[in-house]
């Protein structure tokens, strides 16, 4: 991110510098209010979400939706020590319900447990399935379009369920192919 | 009749009144979780101002549409509409920065434009492939799961690509 920064801010201002010097510090100023604007934003969209999603976790359905996927967590990730089992789990159905906060140490836990046991294939699969998002619900996305005055906030869930099955499915899949034939 | 515009209500709904029998607090739990709204939304807040100055002084100073200009057969190619392609761009390197793109374009089409619906998809289907890998492993000694990243990577592509189609239809 820092080379980003560094050659996209210094070649854009070099320029500036030759077409519309005067306007260098009005863009900057104008990037920083619509920041904050964005930030105000967020604030209420985490604050009604974060809200439901605890209590969601205080009614048990972390550890609910946790147990109901020790199965299909086997069949993807094949041997794995019960612990990271568990970790993987809770994991998943972190990130399933869309709880950035809790999916993360989780996964970092699950991660350092398939380390040890130097299980790449099962670290792969991890990956493949957090950094595809297998997240149910897009609530930031839904909640940004009607804060933006959408008519209809929701009819994105549907195609965005598709498509992120989609990814996850191409993933998981490679990630299972790649590793067979590298046992071979 | 649209049944998503139920989705939301039925889901709070369910949530509440499950809530209530399993005797959870409601008003105590909702208050303990909105508590982290605020950090998290601030701690934002540094990573968005400087990706905001960032986008401000790359549109200001033309190169924004140089590069969209070399950008658009690819996109063209892939049936991806042009203003989606920073968003497909920036995901997999910063989550603050896909969110300024995206509210971009928001801004700019209205939220209920095809383009809008398309990075609405795009954004809410892909994830930070490189920061989720980097986090996650961050504590491991042992061999990296490289090709997962690249697969990630594809599967994300494709994914997006697939999203621009279904937003047509669907």
């Known amino acids: 991110m820092n080379g980003i920064f560094f050659f996209l801010t210094t070649v854009s201002v070099a320029v500036m510098l030759f077409v519309r010097p005067d306007d260098v510090l009005s863009s900057m100023l104008k990037g920083g209010e619509k920041a904050l604007e964005l930030t105000l934003t967020m604030t209420a969209v985490y604050a009604v979400w974060m809200g439901a999603l605890k209590i969601a976790e205080n009614c048990g359905i972390t550890e609910k939706l946790a147990r109901a996927l020790k199965k299909p967590v086997k069949f993807l990730f ?28 989780m996964g970092m836990a699950a991660a350092k447990e398939l380390d040890r046991d130097g299980n790449v294939h099962a670290m792969g699969m991890l990956l493949a399935l957090a950094a595809t998002s297998i997240q149910l619900l897009p609530t930031s996305v839904i909640s940004l379009r009607a804060e933006a005055g959408s008519a209809a906030p929701n009819d994105v869930i549907l195609p965005t369920l598709i498509a992120t099955s989609l990814s996850t499915a191409i993933a998981a899949l490679s990630v299972k192919l790649v590793s067979k034939r590298g046992k071979k | 009749m649209k049944f998503s515009a ?20 409601l008003y105590d739990s909702f208050t303990d979780g909105v508590k982290g709204a605020i950090p998290l939304a601030f701690s934002l807040f ?71 619906r398309c990075a609405s998809v795009i954004f809410g289907s892909s994830e ?32 997006a690509v697939f999203a621009c189609l279904i937003c047509r239809i669907l």
Request: glycine letters at 8%; one cysteine or more.
């Open chain 2, 46 to 116: 540094p990573y968005l101002a400087a990706i905001f100055a960032m986008t401000e002084l790359f549109g200001a100073s033309g190169l924004s549409a140089l590069l969209n200009k070399a950008l658009s057969p690819l996109w063209k190619f892939f049936g991806v509409p042009e203003s989606v392609g920073p968003l497909i761009l920036i995901k997999p390197f910063s989550g603050s920065g896909s969110l300024a793109v995206l509210s971009d374009v928001y801004a700019e089409y209205g939220p209920d434009s095809y383009v809008s």
């Open chain 1, 78 to 105: 094949g041997n794995v020590s019960d612990k990271a089992e568990e970790y993987i789990a809770m994991n998943l159905s972190a990130n399933l319900l869309g709880m950035g906060g809790v999916a993360t140490p």
């Open chain 2, 128 to 159: 930070t492939v490189f920061y989720v890998s980097a986090v996650y492993f961050s504590s491991c000694g042992n061999k990296k799961p490289t090709s997962a990243v690249i697969i990630s990577l594809a599967a994300s592509f494709i994914a």
């Open chain 2, 6 to 25: 139920y989705a939301i209500p039925v889901l709070f709904l369910a949530l509440f009144v499950y809530a209530r029998f399993k005797r959870v607090k």
